[in-house]
T-cell receptor, first 112, second 111 residues
Framework: GAVVSQHPSRVICKSGTSVKIECRSL??????MFWYRQFPKKSLMLMAT?????????EQGVEKDKFLINHASLTLSTLTVTSAHPEDSSFYIC????????FGPGTRLTVL | SQQGEEDPQALSIQEGENATMNCSYK?????LQWYRQNSGRGLVHLIL?????REKHSGRLRVTLDTSKKSSSLLITASRAADTASYFC???????????FGTGTRLQVFP
């Protein structure tokens, strides 16, 4: 199957800093990528749809100024958590369609 | 909430037994998929069943879909300790093309 990578796999940062997470489709081009958030022992919640060459579409309740998404190329989408706070600590997973969704391995963010 | 419901939330069985997980959803769908997630890891795609299909098999997995009841089940036969993981159903929303996940079932298989 298609491969989606994420970097970093784990990040610890101080409160108030910004963190960028990369999502890459390694062997295919993806005009659409998705970003999910998962709390411990919970399901995945869709945060936003990342569209190559246009603005991301955010789900209700997700702050677009807090979670900046940039889909700069057909193989790369980035999620930047701005001014991170401890409540932003979570597991962030991206996916890309080809044609079904393939998921990245996830990024665990811990904000101290 | 658009999220589907899965039951049971948690299931513990012995190796060799069968495990059945159920998923209910709310909207019209193009297809329904089942995923597996080991603790702290990404998702592994298990099987996809289209809205015009009623049953699908893949190895020890059997998936059924009842669109009239908006429900699906995943059966894992002859379970193994390595099947221990969380299992999620996800529906491909017909109108929005988004993937909506169920609440998940945590399966524990004891050797």
């Amino acid at each position: 199957g298609a491969v989606v990578s994420q970097h970093p796999s784990r990040v610890i940062c101080k409160s108030g800093t910004s963190v960028k997470i990369e999502c890459r489709s390694l062997d295919f081009q993806a005009t659409t990528m998705f970003w999910y958030r998962q709390f411990p022992k919970k399901s995945l919640m869709l945060m936003a749809t990342s569209n190559e060459g246009s603005k991301a579409t955010y789900e209700q309740g997700v702050e677009k100024d807090k979670f900046l998404i940039n889909h700069a190329s057909l193989t790369l989408s980035t999620l930047t958590v701005t001014s991170a706070h401890p409540e932003d600590s979570s597991f962030y997973i991206c996916s890309a369609r080809y044609p079904e969704q393939f998921f990245g391995p996830g990024t665990r963010l811990t904000v101290l | 909430s658009q999220q589907g419901e899965e039951d049971p939330q948690a299931l513990s069985i012995q190796e060799g037994e069968n495990a059945t997980m159920n998923c209910s959803y709310k909207t019209s769908i193009n297809n329904l998929q089942w995923y597996r997630q080991n603790s702290g890891r990404g998702l592994v795609h298990l099987i996809l069943i289209r809205s015009n299909e009623r049953e699908k098999h893949s190895g020890r997995l059997r998936v059924t879909l009842d669109t009239s009841k908006k429900s699906s089940s995943l059966l894992i036969t002859a379970s193994r300790a390595a099947d221990t993981a969380s299992y999620f159903c996800a529906t491909d929303d017909y109108n929005t093309d988004k993937l909506i996940f169920g609440t998940g079932t945590r399966l524990q298989v004891f050797p």
